[in-house]
Protein backbone atom coordinates (compact mmCIF):
# COMPACT_ATOMS: atom_id res chain seq x y z
CA UNK A 1 0.00 0.00 0.00
CA UNK A 2 2.60 2.64 1.12
CA UNK A 3 4.52 1.80 -2.57
CA UNK A 4 1.52 2.65 -4.23
CA UNK A 5 0.93 5.84 -2.41
CA UNK A 6 4.41 6.41 -2.86
CA UNK A 7 4.01 5.93 -6.82
CA UNK A 8 0.36 7.99 -6.97
CA UNK A 9 2.31 10.69 -5.29
CA UNK A 10 5.40 10.59 -7.77
CA UNK A 11 2.77 10.35 -10.66
CA UNK A 12 0.79 13.44 -9.67
CA UNK A 13 3.74 15.24 -9.59
CA UNK A 14 5.16 14.72 -12.48
CA UNK A 15 1.52 15.19 -14.57
CA UNK A 16 1.66 18.45 -12.22
CA UNK A 17 5.23 19.33 -13.58
CA UNK A 18 3.78 18.60 -17.41
CA UNK A 19 1.00 20.62 -17.10
CA UNK A 20 3.25 23.81 -16.35
CA UNK A 21 5.32 23.25 -18.85
CA UNK A 22 2.81 23.43 -21.06
CA UNK A 23 2.25 27.34 -19.64
CA UNK A 24 3.46 30.26 -20.36
CA UNK A 25 3.29 32.26 -17.01
CA UNK A 26 4.57 35.71 -16.37
CA UNK A 27 3.95 38.45 -13.84
CA UNK A 28 1.72 41.52 -13.75
CA UNK A 29 2.33 44.43 -11.75
CA UNK A 30 -0.95 45.82 -10.39
CA UNK A 31 -1.64 49.75 -9.98
CA UNK A 32 -1.01 51.23 -6.45
CA UNK A 33 -3.56 54.08 -6.85
CA UNK A 34 -6.94 53.44 -8.16
CA UNK A 35 -7.82 55.58 -11.93
CA UNK A 36 -11.59 55.67 -10.28
CA UNK A 37 -14.04 56.75 -13.22
CA UNK A 38 -18.00 56.59 -13.12
CA UNK A 39 -19.97 54.33 -15.73
CA UNK A 40 -21.45 56.44 -18.73
CA UNK A 41 -25.14 57.03 -18.50
CA UNK A 42 -27.16 55.04 -20.94
CA UNK A 43 -28.03 57.71 -23.91
CA UNK A 44 -31.83 58.29 -24.74
CA UNK A 45 -32.99 56.59 -28.02
CA UNK A 46 -31.95 58.51 -30.90
CA UNK A 47 -31.27 58.37 -34.76
CA UNK A 48 -27.47 57.47 -35.33
CA UNK A 49 -25.45 60.00 -37.77
CA UNK A 50 -22.20 58.38 -37.02
CA UNK A 51 -20.83 55.12 -36.09
CA UNK A 52 -17.78 54.67 -34.68
CA UNK A 53 -16.56 50.86 -34.52
CA UNK A 54 -13.42 50.20 -32.43
CA UNK A 55 -11.69 46.54 -32.74
CA UNK A 56 -9.27 45.51 -30.38
CA UNK A 57 -7.77 42.49 -32.02
CA UNK A 58 -7.30 39.50 -30.06
CA UNK A 59 -8.95 41.07 -26.85
CA UNK A 60 -10.72 39.56 -24.79
CA UNK A 61 -12.23 39.94 -20.69
CA UNK A 62 -8.30 38.61 -19.17
CA UNK A 63 -6.79 41.18 -21.46
CA UNK A 64 -9.07 43.70 -20.82
CA UNK A 65 -9.19 43.23 -16.98
CA UNK A 66 -5.43 42.80 -16.66
CA UNK A 67 -4.80 45.81 -18.02
CA UNK A 68 -7.27 47.09 -15.84
CA UNK A 69 -5.14 46.18 -12.80
CA UNK A 70 -1.74 47.37 -14.33
CA UNK A 71 -3.00 50.63 -15.60
CA UNK A 72 -6.10 51.65 -13.21
CA UNK A 73 -5.64 49.17 -10.50
CA UNK A 74 -7.74 46.53 -8.45
CA UNK A 75 -10.74 49.54 -8.25
CA UNK A 76 -10.38 51.22 -10.94
CA UNK A 77 -11.72 51.38 -14.47
CA UNK A 78 -10.30 51.76 -18.39
CA UNK A 79 -12.05 53.75 -20.06
CA UNK A 80 -13.77 51.17 -22.20
CA UNK A 81 -15.12 49.60 -19.03
CA UNK A 82 -17.10 52.85 -18.85
CA UNK A 83 -19.32 52.14 -21.56
CA UNK A 84 -22.86 51.13 -20.04
CA UNK A 85 -24.16 48.46 -22.68
CA UNK A 86 -22.16 44.86 -22.58
CA UNK A 87 -22.79 41.62 -24.89
CA UNK A 88 -21.02 38.97 -25.91
CA UNK A 89 -19.77 37.63 -29.25
CA UNK A 90 -18.97 34.19 -30.52
CA UNK A 91 -16.46 34.50 -33.40
CA UNK A 92 -16.18 31.13 -35.60
CA UNK A 93 -15.38 31.48 -39.00
CA UNK A 94 -17.44 29.41 -41.90
CA UNK A 95 -14.89 26.71 -41.77
CA UNK A 96 -12.81 27.17 -38.36
CA UNK A 97 -14.45 27.44 -34.63
CA UNK A 98 -11.06 29.37 -34.04
CA UNK A 99 -11.11 32.65 -36.32
CA UNK A 100 -8.50 34.48 -37.83
CA UNK A 101 -8.22 38.29 -38.44
CA UNK A 102 -9.38 38.17 -41.77
CA UNK A 103 -12.78 36.21 -41.37
CA UNK A 104 -13.37 38.24 -38.04
CA UNK A 105 -13.43 41.34 -39.68
CA UNK A 106 -15.11 40.12 -42.62
CA UNK A 107 -17.94 39.60 -40.39
CA UNK A 108 -17.68 42.88 -39.23
CA UNK A 109 -17.58 44.62 -42.54
CA UNK A 110 -19.66 42.58 -44.52
CA UNK A 111 -22.12 40.76 -42.39
CA UNK A 112 -21.38 37.20 -43.40
CA UNK A 113 -19.18 34.03 -42.67
CA UNK A 114 -16.22 33.53 -44.25
CA UNK A 115 -13.19 31.36 -44.50
CA UNK A 116 -9.87 32.32 -42.22
CA UNK A 117 -8.05 34.40 -44.28
CA UNK A 118 -10.49 35.87 -46.78
CA UNK A 119 -10.84 39.51 -47.08
CA UNK A 120 -14.35 41.54 -48.12
CA UNK A 121 -15.62 38.35 -49.99
CA UNK A 122 -17.39 34.60 -49.30
CA UNK A 123 -16.79 31.22 -48.61
CA UNK A 124 -17.25 30.59 -52.87
CA UNK A 125 -15.02 34.55 -53.14
CA UNK A 126 -17.22 36.28 -54.23
CA UNK A 127 -16.97 40.29 -53.00
CA UNK A 128 -19.27 41.22 -50.65
CA UNK A 129 -20.91 44.75 -49.82
CA UNK A 130 -19.10 46.48 -46.44
CA UNK A 131 -20.35 49.04 -44.22
CA UNK A 132 -17.72 51.63 -44.98
CA UNK A 133 -18.34 50.82 -49.00
CA UNK A 134 -22.26 51.38 -48.03
CA UNK A 135 -21.66 54.48 -46.28
CA UNK A 136 -19.53 56.12 -48.98
CA UNK A 137 -22.53 55.37 -51.98
CA UNK A 138 -24.36 57.35 -49.40
CA UNK A 139 -22.31 60.05 -48.87
CA UNK A 140 -20.83 59.73 -45.52
CA UNK A 141 -17.63 59.91 -44.83
CA UNK A 142 -15.21 57.16 -44.04
CA UNK A 143 -11.83 56.36 -42.40
CA UNK A 144 -9.28 53.44 -41.05
CA UNK A 145 -7.02 53.69 -38.36
CA UNK A 146 -4.56 50.73 -37.29
CA UNK A 147 -1.85 50.27 -35.73
CA UNK A 148 -0.02 47.71 -37.68
CA UNK A 149 0.03 48.24 -41.50
CA UNK A 150 -3.31 49.99 -42.72
CA UNK A 151 -3.44 46.91 -45.29
CA UNK A 152 -3.43 44.50 -42.47
CA UNK A 153 -6.23 42.02 -42.54
CA UNK A 154 -8.75 43.90 -40.27
CA UNK A 155 -8.52 47.17 -41.82
CA UNK A 156 -8.07 45.78 -45.08
CA UNK A 157 -11.43 43.97 -44.63
CA UNK A 158 -13.47 47.31 -44.72
CA UNK A 159 -12.46 48.61 -48.05
CA UNK A 160 -11.43 45.16 -50.15
CA UNK A 161 -11.54 42.44 -51.55
CA UNK A 162 -9.10 39.81 -52.43
CA UNK A 163 -8.80 36.28 -51.41
CA UNK A 164 -5.82 36.26 -49.26
CA UNK A 165 -4.72 38.42 -46.19
CA UNK A 166 -0.92 38.07 -47.57
CA UNK A 167 -1.94 39.91 -51.21
CA UNK A 168 -1.13 43.26 -49.56
CA UNK A 169 -0.07 44.84 -52.71
CA UNK A 170 -3.63 44.13 -54.02
CA UNK A 171 -5.07 45.42 -50.78
CA UNK A 172 -3.07 48.80 -51.13
CA UNK A 173 -4.13 49.04 -54.69
CA UNK A 174 -7.34 48.42 -53.80
CA UNK A 175 -7.51 51.30 -51.54
CA UNK A 176 -7.11 53.39 -54.24
CA UNK A 177 -10.31 53.57 -55.81
CA UNK A 178 -12.74 53.25 -52.28
CA UNK A 179 -13.40 56.78 -51.35
CA UNK A 180 -11.64 56.60 -47.89
CA UNK A 181 -11.03 60.01 -46.55
CA UNK A 182 -8.89 58.73 -44.16
CA UNK A 183 -6.08 56.11 -43.61
CA UNK A 184 -4.05 56.03 -41.05
CA UNK A 185 -1.52 53.48 -39.93
CA UNK A 186 1.80 51.64 -40.98
CA UNK A 187 2.95 50.02 -44.47
CA UNK A 188 4.95 52.02 -46.44
CA UNK A 189 6.56 49.21 -48.31
CA UNK A 190 2.79 48.64 -49.49
CA UNK A 191 2.89 51.87 -51.22
CA UNK A 192 6.21 53.20 -52.42
CA UNK A 193 7.58 52.73 -55.77
CA UNK A 194 10.38 50.96 -54.61
CA UNK A 195 9.70 48.56 -52.36
CA UNK A 196 6.89 47.23 -54.33
CA UNK A 197 7.02 44.25 -56.43
CA UNK A 198 5.23 45.66 -59.35
CA UNK A 199 7.31 49.32 -59.14
CA UNK A 200 3.90 50.79 -59.22
CA UNK A 201 4.09 54.03 -57.40
CA UNK A 202 0.88 54.33 -55.33
CA UNK A 203 1.57 57.13 -52.90
CA UNK A 204 1.99 58.88 -56.62
CA UNK A 205 -0.98 58.03 -57.68
CA UNK A 206 -2.84 58.75 -53.77
CA UNK A 207 -1.69 62.16 -53.90
CA UNK A 208 -3.23 62.67 -57.57
CA UNK A 209 -6.32 62.10 -55.97
CA UNK A 210 -5.81 64.51 -53.66
CA UNK A 211 -4.94 62.99 -51.00
CA UNK A 212 -2.03 64.36 -48.69
CA UNK A 213 0.69 61.99 -47.64
CA UNK A 214 1.38 62.50 -43.96
CA UNK A 215 4.85 59.91 -43.15
CA UNK A 216 4.82 61.32 -39.05
CA UNK A 217 3.26 62.71 -36.33
CA UNK A 218 4.24 66.14 -36.49
CA UNK A 219 3.08 66.15 -40.25
CA UNK A 220 -0.45 64.52 -38.76
CA UNK A 221 -0.86 67.13 -36.44
CA UNK A 222 -0.39 70.14 -39.10
CA UNK A 223 -2.27 68.44 -41.72
CA UNK A 224 -5.07 70.64 -43.19
CA UNK A 225 -6.24 68.45 -45.92
CA UNK A 226 -9.57 66.50 -45.85
CA UNK A 227 -8.15 63.49 -47.85
CA UNK A 228 -5.30 61.83 -45.23
CA UNK A 229 -3.17 59.13 -46.40
CA UNK A 230 -0.48 58.42 -42.82
CA UNK A 231 1.89 55.76 -43.27
CA UNK A 232 3.78 56.03 -40.08
CA UNK A 233 6.17 52.74 -40.55
CA UNK A 234 7.47 50.64 -43.23
CA UNK A 235 5.15 48.21 -41.93
CA UNK A 236 3.10 48.28 -38.51
CA UNK A 237 3.87 50.87 -36.05
CA UNK A 238 7.16 50.53 -34.22
CA UNK A 239 6.47 52.61 -31.07
CA UNK A 240 9.78 54.47 -32.41
CA UNK A 241 9.86 58.64 -31.26
CA UNK A 242 7.82 60.37 -34.26
CA UNK A 243 5.11 58.14 -34.99
CA UNK A 244 1.55 59.49 -33.84
CA UNK A 245 -0.49 57.48 -30.80
CA UNK A 246 -3.64 55.78 -31.78
CA UNK A 247 -5.16 58.80 -29.53
CA UNK A 248 -3.67 61.61 -31.95
CA UNK A 249 -4.81 59.62 -35.23
CA UNK A 250 -7.92 59.82 -33.65
CA UNK A 251 -8.41 63.16 -32.74
CA UNK A 252 -7.35 64.18 -36.22
CA UNK A 253 -9.13 62.05 -38.28
CA UNK A 254 -12.40 63.02 -35.99
CA UNK A 255 -11.39 66.46 -37.22
CA UNK A 256 -11.78 65.52 -41.02
CA UNK A 257 -14.60 63.46 -40.64
CA UNK A 258 -17.15 65.28 -38.60
CA UNK A 259 -17.33 68.02 -41.36
CA UNK A 260 -19.32 65.98 -43.12
CA UNK A 261 -22.82 67.01 -42.47
CA UNK A 262 -23.92 63.62 -43.53
CA UNK A 263 -22.28 61.94 -41.25
CA UNK A 264 -19.28 59.09 -41.12
CA UNK A 265 -17.81 55.81 -40.36
CA UNK A 266 -14.45 55.50 -38.62
CA UNK A 267 -13.14 51.75 -37.77
CA UNK A 268 -10.29 52.12 -35.38
CA UNK A 269 -7.93 48.84 -34.07
CA UNK A 270 -6.05 48.11 -31.59
CA UNK A 271 -3.83 45.81 -33.72
CA UNK A 272 -1.16 44.88 -31.15
CA UNK A 273 -2.73 43.61 -28.42
CA UNK A 274 -2.92 40.84 -30.65
CA UNK A 275 0.68 40.65 -31.56
CA UNK A 276 1.43 41.00 -27.59
CA UNK A 277 -0.92 37.77 -27.21
CA UNK A 278 0.53 35.49 -29.75
CA UNK A 279 4.39 36.81 -27.88
CA UNK A 280 2.86 35.93 -25.06
CA UNK A 281 4.07 38.99 -23.60
CA UNK A 282 2.71 40.86 -20.57
CA UNK A 283 4.79 43.91 -21.00
CA UNK A 284 4.08 44.73 -24.62
CA UNK A 285 0.16 44.37 -23.60
CA UNK A 286 -0.29 46.46 -20.84
CA UNK A 287 1.48 48.71 -24.26
CA UNK A 288 -0.98 48.38 -26.27
CA UNK A 289 -4.37 47.92 -24.15
CA UNK A 290 -2.95 51.54 -22.56
CA UNK A 291 -2.56 53.03 -25.77
CA UNK A 292 -5.94 51.51 -27.22
CA UNK A 293 -7.80 52.89 -24.08
CA UNK A 294 -6.46 56.29 -24.34
CA UNK A 295 -8.06 56.23 -28.23
CA UNK A 296 -11.37 55.27 -26.15
CA UNK A 297 -10.95 58.22 -24.22
CA UNK A 298 -10.74 60.54 -27.52
CA UNK A 299 -13.47 58.81 -28.79
CA UNK A 300 -16.10 58.77 -25.90
CA UNK A 301 -15.36 62.67 -25.11
CA UNK A 302 -16.41 63.04 -28.98
CA UNK A 303 -19.70 60.68 -28.65
CA UNK A 304 -20.50 62.52 -25.60
CA UNK A 305 -20.34 66.04 -27.15
CA UNK A 306 -21.64 65.02 -30.00
CA UNK A 307 -24.61 63.46 -28.72
CA UNK A 308 -25.36 61.34 -32.61
CA UNK A 309 -22.49 59.23 -32.60
CA UNK A 310 -22.83 55.23 -32.06
CA UNK A 311 -19.46 53.64 -30.16
CA UNK A 312 -18.99 49.93 -30.16
CA UNK A 313 -15.73 48.23 -29.23
CA UNK A 314 -15.69 44.62 -29.83
CA UNK A 315 -12.27 41.83 -30.73
CA UNK A 316 -12.20 39.70 -33.75
CA UNK A 317 -10.66 36.76 -31.41
CA UNK A 318 -8.89 36.10 -28.24
CA UNK A 319 -5.16 35.35 -28.50
CA UNK A 320 -2.90 33.40 -25.97
CA UNK A 321 -5.73 31.60 -23.79
CA UNK A 322 -4.68 34.26 -21.37
CA UNK A 323 -5.34 33.69 -18.20
CA UNK A 324 -4.95 35.37 -14.24
CA UNK A 325 -4.17 32.84 -12.26
CA UNK A 326 -2.79 33.63 -8.94
CA UNK A 327 -2.19 36.77 -6.70
CA UNK A 328 1.60 37.16 -5.31
CA UNK A 329 2.49 38.21 -2.12
CA UNK A 330 -0.06 40.98 -1.25
CA UNK A 331 -1.69 41.70 -4.28
CA UNK A 332 1.49 43.54 -5.53
CA UNK A 333 1.08 41.42 -8.86
CA UNK A 334 -0.32 38.83 -10.26
CA UNK A 335 0.78 35.62 -12.20
CA UNK A 336 -0.33 35.13 -15.80
CA UNK A 337 -0.55 32.10 -17.70
CA UNK A 338 -0.81 31.46 -21.55
CA UNK A 339 -2.26 28.35 -22.67
CA UNK A 340 -1.02 29.31 -26.57
CA UNK A 341 0.75 31.41 -29.16
CA UNK A 342 -2.35 31.51 -31.31
CA UNK A 343 -5.70 32.12 -31.06
CA UNK A 344 -8.67 30.87 -29.09
CA UNK A 345 -12.55 30.30 -29.51
CA UNK A 346 -13.39 32.12 -26.48
CA UNK A 347 -16.45 34.97 -26.94
CA UNK A 348 -15.42 38.36 -26.86
CA UNK A 349 -16.66 41.05 -25.26
CA UNK A 350 -18.85 43.66 -27.14
CA UNK A 351 -19.48 47.71 -25.31
CA UNK A 352 -21.63 50.32 -26.81
CA UNK A 353 -22.33 53.89 -26.08
CA UNK A 354 -24.77 56.17 -27.77
CA UNK A 355 -27.55 56.22 -29.40
CA UNK A 356 -29.24 52.60 -29.96
CA UNK A 357 -26.42 51.22 -27.65
CA UNK A 358 -28.83 48.74 -25.91
CA UNK A 359 -28.82 46.97 -29.33
CA UNK A 360 -25.58 45.24 -28.73
CA UNK A 361 -26.93 43.66 -25.45
CA UNK A 362 -26.67 39.67 -24.77
CA UNK A 363 -24.99 36.93 -26.86
CA UNK A 364 -24.17 37.79 -30.60
CA UNK A 365 -22.66 36.17 -33.48
CA UNK A 366 -19.87 38.52 -34.85
CA UNK A 367 -22.27 39.23 -38.32
CA UNK A 368 -24.62 40.72 -35.75
CA UNK A 369 -22.58 43.23 -35.07
CA UNK A 370 -21.95 44.87 -39.13
CA UNK A 371 -25.62 43.61 -40.01
CA UNK A 372 -27.01 45.93 -37.32
CA UNK A 373 -24.57 48.97 -37.39
CA UNK A 374 -24.74 49.28 -41.10
CA UNK A 375 -29.17 49.46 -40.31
CA UNK A 376 -28.64 51.42 -37.42
CA UNK A 377 -26.65 53.91 -39.98
CA UNK A 378 -29.40 54.06 -42.24
CA UNK A 379 -26.85 52.67 -45.57
CA UNK A 380 -28.58 49.14 -46.24
CA UNK A 381 -29.07 46.07 -44.94
CA UNK A 382 -25.97 43.53 -45.38
CA UNK A 383 -24.80 41.26 -46.70
CA UNK A 384 -25.25 42.07 -50.00
CA UNK A 385 -23.10 40.42 -52.89
CA UNK A 386 -21.40 42.57 -55.50
Not at 206 to 222: A, C, P, T
Not at 230 to 253: C, H, I, Q, T, Y
Not at 287 to 296: K, R, Y
Request: aromatic share 6%; glycine share 10%; net charge negative.
Amino acid sequence: MKKFLAFLLITISFTATQESEDYKIEKIEVAKENATKEILPVVKESNVKNVILMIGDGTGLAQISSGQLAIAGPDGLLHMQTMPVTGIVKTHSSDNLITDSAAGATAYSCGLKTYNGAIGVTPDSLSCKTILELAEENGLSTGLISTSSITHATPASFASHVVQRSMQEEIAADFLDSGVEVFLGGGVKWFAEDQRTDSLNLIGQFEEKGYEIILSGEQLINSSSDKLLGLFAEDGLERKEGEPSSKMMVKNALGVLNTNDEGFFLMIEGSQIDWAGHGNNVDYLKQEVQDFDEAVEAVLEFARQDGETLVVLTADHETGGMTMQRQIAEGDSLEIFWTTDYHTGIPVPLMAYGPQATEFMGWRDNTYVGIKLAELLGVGELPILH
